[in-house]
């Protein structure tokens, strides 16, 4: 009897391995026909781009959870690593760099810095179609960068969906890719931006949102860190960019996240 069970379960292995592997050859085959259609000028789509998208997401991760398996396997769990955040290094240094938020080692925004921010704010507002203000319109939260980025802001968005108090003219639309790095998406010019068009055409976003980035990026001395981080770039002891869009987007981002 016990022979038959241990015969049953190696069947049934057996049987979940063929199972897998038949998904996969039919994955890796679509995947070829949406590589050969775009290779052919051919429009992809949004449920072609979606359906790659899934796939590498889900492949990434799968890859990235064994090299991190490898990892713990020599680097134990440990209560800390001897670093300092910088929330709490105040006006030390590290490599040069002071602690804080904030110039001055301080975590709390600059008076002035925050009021402008607040202002800023305070001007982004739905949009329509046509990029007019309108009470149904919507505000868009797009993600930029490479595949990191993109596996980070899918989780994200799924944190985000169970939140009962957003605005609900909020719209979440992932614009990160995968094999883009830096440089290819400071050029306005390359495939990056036709798609990230795509995504917030497919999200319903008017064609010229009010869009707050989230930018992640990394390659070309292009250094990662969070919108929040960039703060410090529009106070005015740094820089005189306050009329700049992006610098706008930065201040009120961060003013709208310390106002509470």
């Not at 929330?87 to 001055?104: A, F, I, N, Q, R």
Request: charged fraction near 20%; proline fraction near 5%; hydrophobic fraction near 35%.
């Amino acid at each position: 009897m016990k022979l038959v069970r241990v015969i049953l379960t190696v069947l049934m292995l057996a049987s979940t391995v063929s199972a897998s592997q038949a998904a996969r050859e039919a994955e890796n085959h679509r995947l070829s026909q949406i590589k050969a259609k775009r290779g052919r000028g051919e429009q992809i789509t949004s449920e072609e781009q979606q359906f790659v998208q899934r796939v590498m997401t889900r492949r990434n991760q799968a890859n990235a959870a064994t090299r991190f398996r490898d990892y713990a396997k020599t680097h134990p769990p440990r209560d800390s690593v001897g670093l300092v955040p910088l929330t709490d290094l105040g006006k030390g240094t590290h490599k040069g760099e002071s602690g804080g938020l904030y110039p001055g080692g301080e975590n709390v925004p600059p008076q002035g810095h925050l009021q402008a921010g607040l202002a800023i704010a305070s001007r982004i507002v739905p949009l329509d179609q046509g990029g007019s203000k309108a009470d149904d319109g919507k505000i868009v939260l797009l993600s930029i960068g490479v595949s990191n980025t993109t596996m980070e802001f899918r989780t994200f968005q799924q944190v985000a969906a169970q939140e009962t108090q957003l605005n609900p003219q909020l719209v979440l639309v992932d614009g990160a890719q995968g094999g883009q790095a830096a440089d290819q998406a400071a050029d306005p010019q390359t495939r990056y931006w036709s798609v990230v068009d795509q995504r917030l055409q497919t999200a319903g976003a008017p064609p010229h949102p009010y869009l707050l980035p989230i930018v992640l990026a990394d390659h070309f001395q292009v250094e990662s860190r969070s919108v929040a981080s960039y703060a410090g770039a529009c106070d005015s002891r740094n820089s005189t960019d306050h009329s700049s869009e992006l610098c706008e987007h930065r201040l009120a981002a961060h003013a709208v996240e310390n106002a509470g």
